[in-house]
C-alpha cells in the first residue's frame, strides 16, 4: 500500500507535466473510483479546466484546478503518471483525462479501490474531513510535535498512527521512527521526556526524507508503479531477525489491531507500560 513517502513521489512526478495544462476531456472506466459522483458529473466538473497546483495532505493527493479539486486517494494499488497518447494506456486504468498537448492523466488502480473525485473548492475541507499535521509540512515543528505527543495518553506508536493528530503516518514509517529514535512503542506519549519527544520528531522527518528519496527512484520508470523497493526497514516485517544495532530479537506485538515491529532490547527506557505486560489472564 502506498504510504506518504510514495504519495509525496507520485505528487512530484506528476507535478511538472501537469503544470498550466488544460483538460480537454475526462473519461471514467470504473464507475466506483468517483462515486458517489457519476462518471458524467465528473467529467462536465473537470472538462475545460486549467492545472494550478498539486498538492499533498497526508495520503490525500489535491489536484487544483480553477475552481474544482480533483481529490484523489491512491488506497492499495492506485498510480497517477502522464502518457503521451491515451490509447498506450493499460487495462488497470480507472479514469484517464486528456491534456490540451495531447498527453493523458492516467489513474492506474489495478485493485480498483482507489479514489478520484471532483469537489468544488468551498466544499474541500468539509469532504477531507478533520485532519492532523503533516509530518513534513513546516508547521510540524519539534515544539508542536512535543505539545502534541505530551496531550496523549495513547501508547505513543498509537499517537503516531492517529490521523487526527499527524496526517499520513503509517504502520511502516512509525515503526521505523520509533526504533531510530529508541523508544519502546508502548510508551505512553505524556510519560516522555521532552528530549526524547525531540529525539522521535527528527527521526519521524529523516525516515520520511529517505523513504521519500527511494520513493521518488522507484517512480522514475515511467508508468511503473513500485513500492519503494529500495527502502530497507530496520524493524517492520522483520519479527525473529536479528537487530542491526545490539543483536537482540525483533518482536511483533499487536497493537489497535496492527502488527507493530521493534527492538524490545534496544528500545526500551523508563517510560514503557509495565504493567499492560504484567498483566496475564488466569
Ligand atoms: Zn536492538
Redesign the pocket.
Known amino acids: 500500500m502506498p504510504e506518504l513517502p510514495e504519495v509525496e513521489a507520485v505528487c512530484r512526478v506528476v507535478r511538472r507535466p501537469l503544470r498550466g495544462r488544460r483538460i480537454v476531456s475526462a473519461h471514467v472506466s470504473r464507475r466506483r473510483v468517483c462515486a458517489p459522483q457519476t462518471p458524467e458529473e465528473f467529467a462536465r466538473a473537470v472538462t475545460g479546466r486549467r492545472f494550478r497546483a498539486v498538492e499533498r495532505r497526508g495520503k490525500n493527493i489535491l489536484i487544483h484546478l480553477d475552481g474544482v479539486t480533483i481529490w484523489v486517494h491512491l488506497r492499495m494499488t492506485g498510480n497517477l503518471y502522464t502518457i503521451a497518447d491515451a490509447r498506450l494506456r493499460p487495462v488497470s486504468v480507472s479514469a484517464h483525462l486528456v491534456l490540451d498537448n495531447g498527453r493523458s492523466l492516467v489513474f492506474d488502480d489495478p485493485r480498483g479501490l482507489g479514489v478520484m473525485r471532483a469537489i468544488p473548492a468551498e466544499r474541500l475541507a468539509r469532504a477531507l474531513g478533520p485532519m492532523g499535521v503533516d509530518p513534513l509540512a513546516p508547521e510540524f515543528t519539534p515544539e508542536r510535535f512535543v505539545a502534541l505527543a505530551r496531550s496523549s495518553r495513547a501508547a505513543i506508536k498509537l499517537f503516531l498512527m492517529d490521523q487526527r493528530r499527524i496526517a499520513g503516518l503509517g504502520n511502516i514509517y512509525a515503526a521505523e521512527a520509533l526504533y531510530c529514535a529508541r523508544i519502546d512503542p508502548r510508551s505512553i506519549g505524556a510519560r516522555l521526556s521532552s528530549a526524547r519527544l525531540r529525539r522521535l520528531h527528527a527521526a519521524i522527518v529523516a525516515v520520511l526524507s529517505n523513504a521519500i528519496k527511494s520513493a521518488s527512484l522507484a517512480y522514475q520508470r515511467p508508468g511503473g508503479f513500485a513500492e519503494a523497493e529500495e527502502f530497507d526497514p530496520a524493524v517492520y516485517g522483520r519479527e525473529g531477525l536479528q ?1 542491526r ?2 543483536r ?1 530479537r525483533i518482536r511483533r506485538i499487536q497493537q489497535g489491531g496492527r502488527s507493530t515491529y521493534f ?1 524490545p ?2 528500545q526500551s527506557g523508563p517510560h514503557h507500560v509495565r504493567r499492560a505486560d504484567r498483566i496475564r489472564p488466569g
Open positions: 537487530c544495532r545490539c537482540g527492538c532490547r534496544c
